[in-house]
């Protein structure tokens, strides 16, 4: 039988303001990255009021990180130094790796009803390929796969494999795996999760528990209420869950069905020197990141 995983520690997000002033919640960021290698930040820009969202993230470089977009209501508009631009709508996925350098934009617009919901999560690359050539993987809602289980569980396939399916991003160096998981309320779901791999949930709707084991929590607040109420702590929408080692996890719907977003990377267990939207293993490497995005030598053919 595969090991479950226990809870890390439990995170909720806090409000944040980013680019040109977009509001946002911030699941973790600079401070607790450590704990999250390879992954950098994650951040939750579900909105409905267009004043907070539509100045969105102008022109901007990056060097040395993955960035991963995921939107479920709106759209963004981006565009970037190598001539593409395009439309990101619901369900869709944008894998952008900046490797050595791309200046981009993103700009949300919202629907009809003014909602903009999204979600990006930055991954580091290791050194041997900060320096590799930019690309983007632009994946559409319709070519995520969706396995829907008999006992009602639904997931959504972006990245590796679940219940016999392969997700259509490819070929990304921190092998990850990136699912939207939905399970009724209460049903049970063990997930089998790459061994090794550094795993984390964040929940976007709805309520339950993503572990059997009552004494494995962190946030203490989170704790105290979830403490006598069922199988390991409860969590809810904006939640971020951090796993220990193990093989799989347990997801149980509470009342209402629990959604959340399974990410998992294989840690890259190297030095990290971070200022702003460029991520390298030393000062020196950021300095000079700096001083060509300055002089105009950033972006490499």
């Known amino acids: ?61 990056h060097r040395g990180i993955e960035t991963i977009s995921y939107i479920l209501r709106g759209t963004v508009e981006h565009g970037d130094s190598m001539g593409n631009k395009g439309v990101i709508g619901p369900g869709d996925v944008q894998w952008m790796t900046a490797g050595s350098g791309i200046v981009h934009q993103e700009m949300p617009k919202g629907n009809e009803s003014g909602e903009q919901w999204g979600f990006q999560l930055w991954a580091n690359l290791p050194a041997s390929h900060k320096m590799m050539a930019p690309r983007y993987q632009e994946i559409k809602s319709a070519e995520i796969p969706v396995v829907t289980l008999e006992n009602g569980v639904e997931i959504r396939v972006v990245c590796g494999e ?24 209460g049903v049970e779901y063990e997930h089998p999760t790459p061994p090794g791999h550094t795993l984390l949930a964040y929940v976007i709707g709805g309520s339950g528990f993503l572990s059997r084991d009552k004494k494995t929590f962190g946030h203490e607040q989170i704790a ?32 209402l069905p629990l959604r959340f977003l399974l990410f998992a990377g294989r840690p890259l267990n190297e030095p990290v020197a971070w200022r702003g939207p460029i991520v390298m293993n030393t000062e020196q490497e950021l300095q000079t990141a700096f001083e060509e995005y300055s002089n105009g030598t950033f972006i490499k053919e």
């Open 1 to 61: 039988m595969p090991q479950p995983r226990a809870i890390r520690k439990v995170f909720r997000s806090s409000p944040v303001i980013e680019g040109a002033g977009v509001h946002l919640k911030r699941a973790f960021g600079h401070r607790e990255a450590p704990l999250f290698d390879p992954f950098l930040m994650l951040d939750d820009f579900r909105n409905s009021e267009p004043a907070l969202f539509q100045a969105g993230f102008p022109w901007h470089p």
């Open 162 to 185: 679940a219940a016999g399916r392969t997700g259509p991003v490819r070929d990304i160096v921190i092998e990850p795996q990136f699912l939207d998981i939905t399970v009724p309320a």
């Open 224 to 255: 105290e209420r979830a403490a006598d109420v069922g199988p390991g702590p409860a969590v809810e929408n904006e939640h971020l869950v951090l796993f220990g080692p193990g093989q799989s996890i347990v997801a149980i719907g509470g009342d």
